[in-house]
C-alpha cells in the first residue's frame, strides 16, 4: 500500500509517495487546476494500491478532494496539528513543500482512525449559508454601534439601545428624526438607517431559509429540547459528516465535550479539554443552558451533580457531555432516516 501525503496550495499541489514504513518513494508537484489533479492521479496510478492523505485546509484541498473522490480514490483527511508533530520529529530539517507533504504521508500512517473524506452534501451549503448569516450579523452589529455614535453626536438627548435598531418601528423613528437633519453626519447616518434595514432583511431571509432545510435535513435533531434552527444547523454545519466519527466518544473528543484523562502513578484524573471545535462547543453549550431553563431532565440532572459535590461549572460541563452523546446519536439517526427515504420512494 502506497501512501500519497498532500501538501495544498493556491497555485499548485506537492505530493510525495511512501510505503508501508515511511520510507520515501518519489514526488511531483502539479497545477491546483483540474488539469493538474489528473496528471496527479495519472502519475499515481503506477502503484496498484494507493490511498490519498491531505492536508485538511479546506479551501485549498477542497477541488482536489473532491476529484480524487469522484475518480474513485480513498481519500483521509490529516489535520494541520498533526502534520506539524511530524515534520518536528522528522531527520530533515527545515519547511518546504516536499518535506509537509512527506509529513502528512508519515501522519497518515501513524493515526490508524483519520477521518475519511467524503464527497460534500448538503451540509456544506448549510455550513456556507450559517457562514454568510454570522458574516451579516457581525456586519450588522458594527453599523448599530456606528449609528449609534451618530446619533448622540446628533442628539444626545435622545435614547436607543443597539438592540432596539433591530425593530422596524425604532427605525422608521430614527429615520424621521434625520429627515430634516443637514450636515455630513446626518447624510452619513441616513445611509446606515438604510443599510441596517436592508442587513435585517438578509438576515430573516438567511434565518428562514436555514430553517427550512433543518426541517428536511435534521428532524430529530430538532426535536431536542433547546435545539432550534440555527443551533441544529450550526451543528450539522460543523459536523460535515456525522459518519466519520466512530463513535459518541470520537464526537465528543472532536466538540470539545470529553475531558482529557490525566494519570500520575495509580491516580486518575481528567482534565478540562480546551481544544476541540469551538463552534460544536458553544453550540452545546447554548442547548445546555437553555434546557436548563426549561427545567425537566437536564435540571434535574445538574441538581443530582450538584448534590454530589459538582460545582455548577463543572455540572454544565457534565450535561454538554451528555448532549453531545445525544446529539450524536440524533445526528446519526438523521442521517440514516435521508439513506433510506430513496429506497423507501422507490419501492
Keep these: 500500500m502506497v501512501t500519497f501525503g498532500g501538501d495544498s496550495h493556491k497555485r499548485s499541489h506537492t505530493l510525495v509517495a511512501v510505503d508501508e514504513n515511511g520510507r520515501q518513494l518519489a514526488a511531483c508537484t502539479v497545477a491546483a487546476t483540474s488539469s493538474g489533479h489528473m496528471e496527479a492521479l495519472g502519475w499515481a496510478r503506477q502503484w496498484p494500491e494507493r490511498r490519498w492523505a491531505l492536508e485538511n485546509c479546506r479551501h485549498l484541498s477542497r477541488v482536489l478532494e473532491r476529484e480524487l473522490l469522484s475518480a474513485g480514490e480513498a481519500v483521509v483527511q490529516v489535520s494541520p496539528k498533526l502534520m506539524g508533530s511530524a515534520r518536528r520529529t522528522g531527520r530533515e530539517q527545515g519547511k518546504s513543500d516536499p518535506i509537509d507533504a512527506l509529513a502528512v504521508a508519515r501522519a497518515a500512517l501513524r493515526e490508524p482512525h483519520l477521518p475519511v473524506a467524503q464527497l460534500e452534501g448538503k451540509s456544506r451549503e448549510v455550513k456556507l449559508l450559517v457562514d454568510h448569516r454570522e458574516d451579516l450579523v457581525g456586519e450588522r452589529t458594527r453599523i448599530q454601534n456606528r449609528l449609534l455614535w451618530h446619533l448622540h453626536e446628533l442628539e444626545p438627548g435622545y435614547q436607543v439601545v443597539a438592540s432596539g435598531l433591530l425593530r422596524t418601528v425604532i427605525l422608521c423613528e430614527v429615520r424621521m428624526r434625520l429627515e430634516n437633519r443637514t450636515g455630513v453626519v446626518a447624510e452619513i447616518a441616513r445611509e446606515l438607517v438604510e443599510r441596517l434595514s436592508e442587513l435585517t432583511r438578509s438576515v430573516k431571509r438567511l434565518q428562514r431559509r436555514i430553517e427550512a432545510l433543518m426541517e428536511e435535513l435534521a428532524p430529530a435533531l430538532l426535536r431536542l429540547p433547546g435545539c432550534a434552527g440555527l443551533s441544529a444547523a450550526k451543528l450539522v454545519a460543523e459536523t460535515a459528516d456525522v459518519r466519520r466519527f466512530r463513535s459518541s466518544a470520537a464526537f465528543a473528543m472532536h466538540n470539545g465535550t470529553a475531558p482529557i484523562p490525566v494519570w500520575s502513578g495509580n491516580h486518575?484524573?481528567?482534565?478540562?479539554?480546551?481544544g476541540g471545535n469551538r463552534q460544536l462547543n458553544v453550540a452545546l453549550h447554548r442547548i445546555a443552558i437553555t434546557q436548563m431553563r426549561l427545567?425537566?431532565?437536564?435540571?434535574?440532572?445538574?441538581?443530582?451533580?450538584?448534590?454530589?459535590?459538582?460545582?455548577?461549572?463543572?455540572?454544565?460541563?457534565?450535561l454538554r457531555r451528555q448532549i453531545s452523546d445525544e446529539v450524536y446519536r440524533r445526528l446519526r439517526q438523521d442521517d440514516s432516516e435521508r439513506s433510506t427515504a430513496p429506497i423507501a420512494a422507490a419501492a
Design 268 to 274: 486518575e484524573r481528567h482534565r478540562l479539554n480546551r
Design 295 to 318: 427545567g425537566g431532565p437536564a435540571s434535574a440532572y445538574i441538581a443530582r451533580r450538584l448534590a454530589m459535590g459538582n460545582t455548577k461549572t463543572e455540572a454544565i460541563r457534565a
